[in-house]
């Protein structure tokens, strides 16, 4: 299991660096023979050639992995994309363990996970859209409309399809027994 960051390309380093030295977090590097991340002596930006996301802008992933003190594998990734350039711009900040971190909108991260279009991010559409509120569907959904008409259309299909399938066919009182 791991955890993705979306980072500002400028500061992706930096922000690594001080997870190291402040909280302890480990460096990584990939180790191709072994296929999987390996410690190593310093922050590491790796580049990633497959990245959906960025296949429109024709840019190659830039990515930092490190491991928290509990282990959890962490990849900052370097906000590249216009989309995710705007998701850090525009990032509410929430309290998380006693520090602030700055959370992507529901708008962003829906976009960001139909852009990807892998197997995980549209399980990951299908939960929310199971157990967001219509209304902050709607929300998003019109906010993503702003920015790219037809993945707002796909998300549309992907919400309504999960919505009607969790809606009950009849609704009947409960009987005591």
Do not use: C
Not at 18 to 37: I, K, Q, R
Not at 155 to 170: D, G, W, Y
């Amino acid at each position: 299991m791991d955890a993705d960051a979306l980072v500002d390309r400028e500061r992706a380093w930096a922000v690594a660096r001080g997870l190291v030295e402040n909280f302890g977090w480990v460096p990584l590097t990939f180790d191709a023979n072994a296929n999987e991340y390996v410690d190593a002596e310093d922050v590491t930006v790796l580049t990633m050639e497959d990245d959906p996301v960025l296949m429109d802008i024709h840019e190659h992933r830039e990515m930092i992995p490190l491991r928290t003190e509990s282990g959890l594998t962490v990849e900052l990734l370097a906000a590249q994309h216009p989309v995710e350039e705007d998701a850090v711009l525009r990032a509410g900040w929430r309290r998380h363990q006693g520090i602030l971190v700055p959370v992507a909108s529901l708008g962003s991260i829906l976009l960001l996970k139909a852009k990807a279009d892998r197997d995980k991010d549209r399980g990951a559409l299908e939960q929310v859209s199971e157990h967001v509120s219509a209304a902050e569907l709607e929300a998003a959904l019109v906010w993503v409309a702003e920015r790219d008409p037809a993945t707002a259309e796909d998300l549309k299909q992907i919400v309504a399809r999960v919505r009607k399938r969790r809606t009950p066919s009849r609704l009947r009182p409960a009987r005591r027994r």
